[in-house]
Every structure is written in structure tokens, then in C-alpha cells.
């Protein structure tokens, strides 16, 4: 099954650290670049960071210094390292990235964007 799982994430207090992975099954991680968003609640879903396939970065000002996007293409995962939390961190955070889905049947590939499920971080006072 194609699909971006999601893993990491939870209670954490203020200042600490959590880490979030995000792997690619059933498909591999295209060149486009892959990124990280967060949902909190009442609010639109907004980028936190991304990474492009040459290794370039780019982070929403709130997080930078304090969060690192990072990409392992062998083993097909996207990560986000989350230090120094503090509470308005607090969201439902989701991985993007196009996929390339590989038809065995046609023996052609298939370009396909795919979020995560979703993983909730609450950071506590």
C-alpha cells in the first residue's frame, strides 16, 4: 500500500526535544521537495519546514534554529528534529512529498502527491 507513515510525536514539557520520521512504503520519494506542516487547533495548516532533493532547507520563522528537516533517501524517510519546544508548538503535525509508485503490471511509474497521517505534539508550560 502506498503511503507515508508517520511515527514520533506526543507529550513533551517546554524546552524539550521530540523527533518526528516520516517514511515512504510501498513507493519512493520523488526529487520534488518533501516538507513538514502543523495544524493547530482553529488554525489553517501552515508550513514548518522543507527540504528540496539537493539538500536545501527552508524553515517557517517561528521554528528556525530549533527545528532541523532532514532526509534519508536510503532509507526512504524524511525527519524533523524538535528542540527547545515550546507551547505554541502545540499541533497536529503532517509530512508531504510526491511519490513515485512504481506499476509492476504496466512496468511505468506514477507521480502522485501524499500527506501523512498526522502525528499530535503538545508541548505543556
Known amino acids: 500500500q502506498v503511503q507515508l507513515v508517520q511515527s514520533g510525536g506526543g507529550l513533551v514539557q517546554a524546552g524539550g526535544s521530540l523527533r518526528l520520521s516520516c517514511a515512504a512504503s510501498?513507493?519512493?520519494?520523488?526529487?520534488?521537495?518533501a516538507g513538514w506542516y502543523r495544524q493547530a487547533p482553529g488554525k489553517q495548516r501552515a508550513m514548518v519546514a522543507t527540504i528540496s532533493d539537493g539538500g536545501t532547507t527552508n524553515y517557517a520563522d517561528s521554528v528556525k534554529g530549533r527545528f532541523t528537516i532532514s532526509k534519508d533517501n536510503a532509507k526512504n524517510t524524511m525527519y524533523l528534529q524538535m528542540n527547545s519546544l515550546k507551547p505554541e508548538d502545540t499541533a497536529v503535525y503532517y509530512c508531504?512529498?510526491?511519490?513515485?509508485?512504481?506499476?509492476?503490471?504496466?512496468?511505468?511509474?506514477?507521480?502522485?502527491?501524499?500527506w501523512g497521517q498526522g502525528t499530535q505534539v503538545t508541548v505543556s508550560s
Open positions: 510501498g513507493s519512493t520519494f520523488s526529487d520534488n521537495a
Open positions: 508531504n512529498a510526491d511519490l513515485i509508485i512504481p506499476n509492476l503490471r504496466l512496468g511505468d511509474l506514477t507521480l502522485s502527491n501524499y
